[in-house]
């Protein structure tokens, strides 16, 4: 594992400042906010300087300054954080007023304008150091259509699929060649989001033009990808250049498939870690995720998702392994899987934060190393 970032910050000047990034302007934004009040509880408070700036729906940034006054008197912080106090201008609250105190900025915003490559361009510009993936990857990982193509041509298995483009693609042929050419029943999900929003199963004609229909509410490029009858198993991937790999885990959904409300309304789904998966499989799929995350470009952290295609619905032998996507940066709350996986591998939650800070840090020196010179 990494190194701690925090020692020799500690013990010669200032903590080091951690500007906690939450809520956003995505469809996940609730998801954030819960997120964040987690990390906030585990974060060593000897190590860092914790500033919460909270992004409203709306895209207005706040200082949460009531968690920082409850950081401060040792008060439980509720279980989400609302994007409320002290409006602030985003580059000053992200520079801070320090020249002395390093700052690491920890984007824990899901989905678009912050999951995306957005915020990531935003802090390469003004120079510091944040935690997970960057521009490049941030943005490939997110958009499930493009991720998809770049799979393909790195020999990755996945789900057979096509792409929509709303105003390229012709809507009066979609869904014939959907029947033609994946057939029913299909998943259809928006290109750019996460968190299982807008995604719906289709078993008939008519549910699959309402389920492209209820997809472009959020986004103008679809994945419509065949069903597949499989075990859902992910992996948690935390480094950068040589990247370690937890324990699988496999989630047993209480619905249909792993929806919104499986996941985060009624908590029936059940989490099984370590996966019960025999050793070659499991060495198997830990080194299929460490292959997705380097071909995607990522690093810090990513949760990669599989189905495991044991038998098809004809009898026939399955597939075995099939990427479903990657997420840059995964749910956070100690109920969430990255970091359950984590636990699961000997890595507990306030640890676990401590390796993302540092492997932030070490991702800014490599890079801020290099010439500008002509």
Known sequence: MTSDPTAASSASGPLLRLVVLFGGVSAEHDVSCVTAAHVLAAADRSKYDIVPVGITRDGGWFRQDKAIAALADNVDLPNSLAPEGTEVDPIDILRGESSTQQTVVLPLLHGPHGEDG???GMLELLKLPYAGSGVLGSAVCMDKAMAKDVTAHYGIPQCRWMQFRDGVDDAREIVGKVEEELGLPVFVKPANMGSSVGIT???????????INLALRYDDVLVIEESV?????????????LPEVSLPGEILPGSEFYDYEDKYVTGAAQLVIPAELS?????????LAVRAFTAMRCGGLARVDFFYEESRADGEPG????????NTMPGFTPASMYPKMWEASGLSYADLIDQIVALALETYQRRSGFSTAH
């Open 319 to 326: 597939r075995g392994w099939l990427l479903n996507e990657i």
């Open 201 to 211: 199963k289709a078993h008939n004609r008519t549910e699959l033009d309402a389920a």
């Open 118 to 120: 957005t915020i990531q």
């Open 279 to 287: 050793t070659a499989d499991t060495d198997a799929v830990r080194e």
């Open 229 to 241: 009858t499989a075990r859902e198993i992910e992996v948690a991937v935390l480094g950068n250049a």
